[in-house]
């Protein structure tokens, strides 16, 4: 068992060989890093694009997908490689909002060969924003019930509805979304996926701002001004658009919802708490530092173990999905515990903070704001992508808990 | 990276599964606890024909030479009965702090003995009911004549009653301020007269009161150097404590796979158990419990056998381990309701090992408060960290003197 990759000559090789790309093309001053989305000018935003295409050149947004196609066709121990490094610099992949992975698995899996070899390419290249649209105003858990419509018309389909609780503060090119196709037909047999351009006539899209307005705390993800509703009225969407068949929707959308529910896993720390502890180490009250103080390290310590787990059961995700493990519940288990974990990191964090957790004064608050970012995305993240309970339903039925059967783990690429 | 495990590990695992299925399955154990039995001997003498007792000891010394993952492999198994006896404290920990501490020809004489189960060491440390550590060994022993005389009490020793010796912690040393000096390790022979185990009833099953009243031992009895027994003990439960949480992780692994079978059969309301949100939500968190458990003892195995500082990770294990084997328990026994409590069951063998294992060798308390003293050590998160703060901090600085 080992739960590092050695670094054989050829590993070395090519970890010198991004770690120079990296230097190269991602210096110290290029990218902001600010819980505060007024930080972020439109000249930030475009050179982070630029940064994602270049990344999506070089195949390392997508390393293990096939190169035919325009991913890195990378093995597993040199895809890590290009994560270590990129997550060493606080560098996301891509750099921007951009759901782009779920059209592209989907794709990948359940796509006609014509759309693999015109679409993908350009999602694997970080050319595309995607928007991912599951939610409605009437529901996001009960995801069979989506009410927006795309009734076929010649070679288009005709979309109604309204789709809510998505996208950031920056454009989309392409919307992934879950639409019904045959209201009349019997749940999980009456939707589809339709991959819409963003420009379509019939497209409006409102903003909505929330307590807050990004779901990951993450040092180097760019935080957003607002969510999105996106309202459809007549829109008219080539049928070439549609990824997988008519109505079998449902089982093609279990890809993207194990991608959102953790299947994929990752390889990261959490750089927050790091932060903290140093911050605990170096900041004093009272003539000593507070992480002197017992009362705070045994916060510290129920927050440290916290996130150990989380980085295990992220790697352990990491490495079934890569090394074609067969997946069972452990995906979805690993959200469910960053989800707990990031309550008590959030109630953790005031306990040893206080008041200065519940500002995001640039003189006062301990690292920048980032904390109190903490304390709003709390709320966000316990439901977005999925919410806790669909993780507790997911794992029962993949355990089989109360059932004769196990249900297996939709398809992701490998 | 690859965390599987290899060929040999999953060998041994079928080779412990097997064992445990035809020798101890639930009904014997469930038997056992019954009958408030806490060592079976034919157990014993199979087990270390599989060579499942002192794994880990090289074999000059006649144990297996595997390594740390070959033997959590197995515990793993064995926990999942949990089978009952000094499988750990003699095979595990009493080898471990005999390799550790003893001198050559200690190790050739007891080593081999142990191994073949022939002689069962058991370690007995402190004498507090609560709290591990140097400052719980009160036992004195005093030289007299080419002898130690012992006085004093361990009141709670995990398998003394079987012990062929008892492997114990004793003061040698002049009282000083540093609690942990002044510390020795001797082997006591059971029949020494002033020795007397007194097996106890409750809860908790397989420990015994051990009194020493002016209970003289050879001071050739002396294991390792004088005065620095302590040393010994806290290097020897960091190498070994990943194994009793393998231990553990089975134990809980055994409650979600017996709770997980109930909700499928048990029909109440017209419907299996399970189909209900809130047994789903028992069973859930125990099969949390278990992955945490399983992967920080992976993981703080593989430190350790390549040479990282491991003892941060060591810790965590244990913590996690001790709160997961407990609750864990619980939940199993809330899926089984009245019937989770009735003997022949098997959930009670459990509870009553989570219960006893949440404080062997120091309960979560003492390790969170010595992870985070690891951590220090280890210089968590380290320099990157600090420079990046710094460069923070900076920011914050040109901001205020602007103001």
Same mark, same amino acid.
């Not at chain 2, 370690?123 to 006085?151: C, F, H, M, Q, Y």
């Given at each position: 068992?080992?739960?590092?990759?050695?670094?054989?000559?050829?590993?070395?090789?090519?970890?010198?060989?991004?770690?120079?790309?990296?230097?190269?093309?991602?210096?110290?001053?290029?990218?902001?890093?600010?819980?505060?989305?007024?930080?972020?000018?439109?000249?930030?935003?475009?050179?982070?694009?630029?940064?994602?295409?270049?990344?999506?050149?070089?195949?390392?947004?997508?390393?293990?997908?096939?190169?035919?196609?325009?991913?890195?066709?990378?093995?597993?121990?040199?895809?890590?490689?290009?994560?270590?490094?990129?997550?060493?610099?606080?560098?996301?992949?891509?750099?921007?909002?951009?759901?782009?992975?779920?059209?592209?698995?989907?794709?990948?899996?359940?796509?006609?060969?014509?759309?693999?070899?015109?679409?993908?390419?350009?999602?694997?290249?970080?050319?595309?924003?995607?928007?991912?649209?599951?939610?409605?105003?009437?529901? !996001?858990?009960?995801?069979?019930?989506?009410?927006?419509?795309?009734?076929?018309?010649?070679?288009?389909?005709?979309?109604?509805?309204?789709?809510?609780?998505?996208?950031?503060?920056?454009?989309?090119?392409?919307?992934?979304?879950?639409?019904?196709?045959?209201?009349? !037909?019997?749940?999980?047999?009456?939707?589809?996926?339709?991959?819409?351009? @963003?420009?379509?006539?019939?497209?409006?899209?409102?903003?909505?701002?929330?307590?807050?307005?990004?779901?990951?705390?993450?040092?180097?993800?760019?935080?957003?001004?607002?969510?999105?509703?996106?309202?459809?009225?007549?829109?008219?969407?080539?049928?070439?658009?549609?990824?997988?068949?008519?109505?079998?929707?449902? /089982?093609?959308?279990?890809?993207?919802?194990?991608?959102?529910?953790?299947?994929?896993?990752?390889?990261?720390?959490?750089?927050?708490?790091?932060?903290?502890?140093?911050?605990?180490?170096?900041?004093?009250?009272?003539?000593?530092?507070?992480?002197?103080?017992?009362?705070?390290?045994?916060?510290?310590?129920?927050?440290?173990?916290?996130?150990?787990?989380?980085?295990?059961?992220?790697?352990?995700?990491?490495?079934?999905?890569?090394?074609?493990?067969?997946?069972?519940?452990?995906?979805?288990?690993?959200?469910?515990?960053?989800?707990? @974990?990031?309550?008590?990191?959030?109630?953790?964090?005031? /306990?040893?903070?206080?008041? @200065?957790?519940?500002?995001?004064?640039?003189?006062?608050?301990?690292?920048?704001?980032?904390?109190?970012?903490?304390?709003?995305?709390?709320?966000?993240?316990?439901?977005?992508?999925?919410?806790?309970?669909?993780?507790?339903?997911?794992?029962?039925?993949?355990?089989?808990?109360?059932?004769?059967?196990?249900?297996?783990?939709?398809?992701?690429?490998? | 990276?690859?965390?599987?495990?290899?060929?040999?590990?999953?060998?041994?695992?079928?080779?412990?599964?097997?064992?445990?299925?035809?020798?101890?399955?639930?009904?014997?154990?469930?038997?056992?606890?019954?009958?408030?039995?806490?060592?079976?001997?034919?157990?014993?003498?199979?087990?270390?024909?599989?060579?499942?007792?002192?794994?880990?000891?090289?074999?000059?010394?006649?144990?297996?030479?595997?390594?740390?993952?070959?033997?959590?492999?197995?515990?793993?198994?064995?926990?999942?009965?949990?089978?009952?006896?000094?499988?750990?404290?003699?095979?595990?920990?009493?080898?471990?702090?005999?390799?550790?501490?003893?001198?050559?020809?200690?190790?050739?004489?007891?080593?081999?003995?142990?191994?073949?189960?022939?002689?069962?060491?058991?370690?007995?440390?402190?004498?507090?009911? &609560?709290?591990?550590?140097?400052?719980?060994?009160?036992?004195?022993?005093?030289?007299?004549?080419?002898?130690?005389?012992?006085?004093?009490?361990?009141?709670?020793?995990?398998?003394?009653?079987?012990?062929?010796?008892?492997?114990?912690?004793? %003061?040698?040393?002049?009282?000083?301020?540093?609690?942990?000096?002044?510390?020795?390790?001797?082997?006591?022979?059971?029949?020494?007269?002033?020795?007397?185990?007194?097996?106890?009833?409750?809860?908790?099953?397989?420990?015994?009161?051990?009194?020493?009243?002016?209970?003289?031992?050879?001071?050739? %009895?002396?294991?390792?150097?004088?005065?620095?027994?302590?040393?010994?003990?806290? +290097?020897?439960?960091?190498?070994?404590?990943?194994?009793?949480?393998?231990?553990?992780?089975?134990?809980?692994?055994?409650?979600?796979?017996?709770?997980?079978?109930?909700?499928?059969?048990?029909?109440?309301?017209? +419907?299996?158990?399970?189909?209900?949100?809130?047994?789903?939500?028992?069973?859930?968190?125990?099969?949390?419990?278990?992955?945490?458990?399983?992967?920080?003892?992976?993981?703080?195995?593989?430190?350790?056998?390549?040479?990282?500082?491991?003892?941060?990770?060591?810790?965590?294990?244990?913590?996690?381990?001790?709160?997961?084997?407990?609750?864990?328990?619980?939940?199993?026994?809330?899926?089984?309701?009245?019937?989770?409590?009735?003997?022949? &069951?098997?959930?009670?063998?459990?509870?009553?090992?989570?219960?006893?294992?949440?404080?062997?060798?120091?309960?979560?308390?003492?390790?969170?408060?010595?992870?985070?003293?690891?951590?220090?050590?280890?210089?968590?998160?380290?320099?990157?960290?600090?420079? +990046?703060?710094?460069?923070?901090?900076?920011?914050?600085?040109?901001?205020?003197?602007?103001?």
């Amino acid at each position: 068992m080992d739960f590092e990759i050695r670094d054989t000559p050829e590993v070395a090789a090519f970890r010198k060989e991004v770690r120079e790309w990296l230097d190269a093309n991602v210096s110290e001053d290029l990218l902001v890093h600010s819980p505060d989305p007024a930080d972020y000018s439109d000249e930030q935003y475009r050179k982070r694009r630029e940064l994602g295409r270049k990344l999506g050149a070089k195949g390392w947004l997508y390393p293990t997908y096939p190169k035919e196609y325009g991913g890195g066709g990378l093995p597993l121990d040199l895809a890590v490689v290009t994560a270590e490094e990129m997550e060493a610099r606080f560098l996301e992949s891509p750099p921007h909002y951009d759901h782009s992975n779920m059209p592209a698995a989907s794709i990948l899996i359940w796509g006609t060969e014509e759309q693999r070899r015109t679409l993908l390419p350009q999602l694997l290249r970080g050319e595309f924003v995607t928007w991912m649209l599951l939610t409605e105003p009437q529901g !996001g858990t009960d995801l069979a019930n989506v009410q927006t419509r795309a009734i076929r018309d010649g070679d288009d389909y005709i979309v109604n509805g309204t789709k809510t609780l998505v996208g950031s503060d920056r454009a989309p090119d392409l919307l992934w979304s879950i639409v019904l196709t045959d209201p009349g !037909g019997p749940r999980h047999e009456n939707v589809s996926w339709l991959l819409i351009p @963003a420009d379509l006539p019939g497209i409006t899209i409102h903003p909505l701002p929330l307590l807050t307005n990004t779901s990951g705390v993450r040092i180097g993800s760019m935080p957003f001004k607002h969510k999105n509703s996106v309202y459809f009225d007549d829109v008219r969407v080539p049928a070439e658009w549609r990824i997988g068949e008519e109505n079998k929707g449902w /089982k093609v959308g279990g890809t993207t919802l194990e991608l959102e529910h953790g299947g994929a896993g990752n390889i990261r720390h959490n750089r927050l708490l790091e932060w903290v502890f140093e911050y605990c180490g170096t900041t004093q009250l009272g003539g000593q530092p507070l992480i002197e103080d017992s009362d705070v390290r045994d916060v510290l310590a129920d927050l440290y173990i916290d996130s150990e787990l989380q980085r295990l059961f992220g790697l352990r995700s990491y490495w079934m999905a890569h090394a074609k493990q067969k997946q069972s519940y452990e995906g979805v288990l690993s959200s469910l515990h960053r989800r707990n @974990a990031s309550e008590r990191l959030a109630f953790g964090l005031q /306990k040893i903070l206080g008041n @200065a957790a519940l500002v995001q004064d640039k003189e006062l608050a301990p690292l920048s704001g980032y904390v109190n970012l903490v304390e709003r995305a709390f709320f966000v993240s316990i439901h977005a992508g999925g919410s806790r309970n669909i993780n507790k339903v997911n794992i029962a039925r993949r355990l089989g808990i109360g059932r004769g059967y196990v249900e297996e783990a939709a398809p992701l690429p490998d | 990276m690859d965390l599987s495990l290899n060929e040999r590990q999953q060998l041994l695992r079928d080779a412990a599964a097997a064992f445990i299925k035809s020798e101890a399955s639930r009904e014997v154990i469930a038997e056992m606890d019954s009958a408030n039995e806490s060592f079976n001997a034919g157990h014993w003498k199979k087990a270390a024909g599989l060579g499942f007792l002192g794994m880990a000891v090289p074999s000059p010394y006649g144990g297996e030479g595997a390594t740390l993952m070959d033997t959590a492999v197995v515990f793993e198994e064995l926990g999942r009965a949990p089978l009952p006896g000094p499988y750990f404290s003699s095979g595990v920990f009493a080898a471990q702090l005999i390799l550790e501490g003893g001198s050559e020809e200690q190790k050739r004489t007891v080593l081999p003995e142990v191994c073949r189960g022939a002689r069962i060491v058991v370690p007995a440390i402190t004498d507090w009911p &609560v709290r591990w550590g140097p400052e719980a060994v009160e036992v004195t022993a005093r030289p007299k004549n080419g002898s130690l005389v012992l006085e004093g009490s361990k009141p709670y020793v995990m398998d003394a009653a079987v012990a062929d010796q008892l492997l114990c912690a004793v %003061r040698t040393g002049a009282a000083s301020s540093n609690r942990a000096e002044g510390i020795s390790l001797v082997l006591v022979d059971k029949g020494t007269p002033g020795v007397s185990i007194r097996p106890l009833a409750g809860l908790w099953t397989g420990v015994a009161e051990v009194k020493f009243e002016s209970a003289e031992i050879s001071a050739e %009895r002396l294991v390792g150097s004088e005065n620095r027994g302590w040393n010994v003990v806290d +290097q020897s439960a960091l190498r070994v404590l990943p194994v009793l949480t393998a231990y553990m992780a089975g134990g809980i692994e055994r409650l979600g796979s017996m709770a997980l079978s109930y909700s499928q059969t048990r029909v109440v309301f017209g +419907q299996p158990i399970g189909r209900f949100q809130r047994v789903q939500d028992h069973i859930i968190q125990i099969y949390l419990h278990l992955d945490a458990a399983r992967w920080t003892t992976y993981h703080a195995i593989w430190k350790l056998e390549n040479d990282r500082p491991a003892n941060s990770s060591v810790h965590l294990a244990k913590v996690v381990a001790s709160e997961g084997y407990h609750e864990a328990a619980d939940l199993a026994a809330e899926v089984y309701a009245g019937v989770g409590i009735a003997m022949g &069951v098997g959930t009670v063998p459990h509870v009553r090992m989570s219960r006893a294992h949440y404080e062997t060798l120091g309960n979560p308390l003492y390790h969170k408060r010595r992870m985070m003293a690891a951590l220090q050590e280890e210089d968590w998160p380290g320099e990157s960290v600090r420079a +990046q703060l710094a460069k923070l901090n900076a920011g914050r600085e040109t901001l205020r003197a602007s103001r």
